[in-house]
């Protein structure tokens, strides 16, 4: 007799306390493009095209994360309602390094020419539908709970380097990038979270984001004892040419400052 009424309620009160279902979803899609370049050419006459390098880094999605979820509430008294949550990601990233280095007594053509160019594309979305229901009845019912994190990024890197040294220098070290991200991609969450019949509201949650980054790092240097055209353009420039006993990147940048009345200096930063 005793023991029956020790075990009897535990029996009908199996509801008590109890949880409602639960959902997790982690997708991703995510794309990326790693090059490195490094060219090295000496010798007494550089005329043709040499050591040049060139990079084409192209990303596209169409695809899309979808995630439908539904997570039923706990029955009974101080039950806890379901619960969703949902991790969604697009990533697209092309990452470049290049580098060139000439030696020649004359470099009469087009070297040590670094080209990158860059693409992301993405037309995907991120979607998520969750519906979670709500806690029972009595003290401690809470409601659903929806979570959803959803990130689109697009990301480009380059770095370039040149270096030239010659008699003469003519068409080389120049630096050329093109970087372009496009996106008409969306992150949507439709989110519906139940009550706790005793109070207590559901709860919904998203975190959402859209990153696009372009990054570009140019370095050039040219060394002439002759004479320096159409060489070294770009950010980040030295150059030094021993027929004008002067410094130039290129003849425009070189004409200006010397038409500005400054003096010329050995570190020239041009566009």
């Known amino acids: 007799m005793a023991s029956a009424l020790i075990l009897g309620p535990l029996a009908m009160g199996s509801d008590v306390f109890a949880q409602g279902g639960s959902n997790k979803a982690n997708q991703g899609i995510d794309q990326a493009n790693n090059a490195a370049n490094a060219a090295l050419c000496a010798s007494g006459v550089l005329t043709g095209a040499a050591c040049n390098t060139a990079t084409g880094q192209s990303n596209t999605n169409t695809g899309s994360n979808t995630a439908g979820q539904t997570a039923g509430g706990g029955p009974g008294t101080g039950a806890v309602g379901g619960k969703n949550v949902a991790n969604q990601g697009i990533g697209q990233q092309n990452n470049a390094a290049t580098s060139a280095l000439c030696a020649s007594g004359a470099l009469k053509g087009p070297a040590c020419n670094n080209t990158s160019t860059q693409s992301n594309t993405n037309t995907g979305s991120n979607t998520a539908g969750q519906t979670a229901g709500g806690g029972g009845t009595g003290t401690g019912a809470a409601g659903g709970k ?126």
């Open 146 to 271: 929806n979570t959803a994190n959803q990130g689109i990024g697009q990301t480009n890197t380059n770095t370039q380097t040149g270096q030239c040294v010659g008699g003469n220098i003519n068409g080389a070290c120049n630096n050329t990038s093109t970087q372009s991200n496009t996106n008409t991609g969306s992150n949507t969450a439709g989110q519906t979270a139940g009550g706790g019949a005793a109070g207590g509201g559901g709860t919904n949650t998203a975190n959402q984001g859209i990153g696009q980054t372009n990054t570009n790092q140019q370095y050039a240097q040219c060394v002439s004892a002759g004479g320096l055209s159409d060489s070294c353009k770009g950010p980040n420039a030295q150059c030094v040419s021993g027929k004008n006993n002067q410094v130039q990147c290129d003849q425009e940048a070189f004409d200006k400052l010397i038409n500005s009345g400054k003096s010329a200096t050995a570190n020239l930063t041009t566009k």
